[in-house]
Nanobody
Framework: QVQLVESGGGLVQAGGSLRLSCAVS????????MGWHRQAPGKQRELVAAINSDSSTNYADSVKGRFTISRDNAKSTVYLQMSSLKPEDTAVYYCSARTKLFRSYWGQGTQVTVSS
């Protein structure tokens, strides 16, 4: 089992920055990929960024150059640094973990609202 707890969401003006954190606990040794997803009202959940066990990363085209995913293994935490935020970034952001056996875990989500 893996437990994920997000924090750091909030209200920010367009052009501002936020850093989301995801505290990971449980069977962390089994995790292969950590990711951040988001879901805006009326839209499907989408992958925003992911970091693999070899530290390689990938990003949605819409956030490339503005968002950075990173992790601190000592703190068992994954971060999403978001800069140059736009109103269209408004969504509930979810942390995810996928194990080597392809089982997925999700956090409860944290709201990010970007005002224009």
């Amino acid at each position: 089992q893996v437990q994920l707890v997000e924090s750091g969401g909030g209200l920010v003006q367009a052009g501002g920055s936020l850093r989301l954190s995801c505290a990971v606990s449980g069977s962390t040794f089994s995790i292969n990929v950590m990711g951040w997803h988001r879901q805006a009202p009326g839209k499907q959940r989408e992958l925003v960024a992911a970091i693999n066990s070899d530290s390689s990363t990938n990003y949605a085209d819409s956030v490339k150059g503005r968002f950075t995913i990173s992790r601190d293994n000592a703190k068992s935490t994954v971060y999403l640094q978001m800069s140059s935020l736009k109103p269209e970034d408004t969504a509930v952001y979810y942390c995810s973990a996928r194990t080597k056996l392809f089982r997925s875990y999700w956090g409860q989500g944290t709201q990010v609202t970007v005002s224009s």
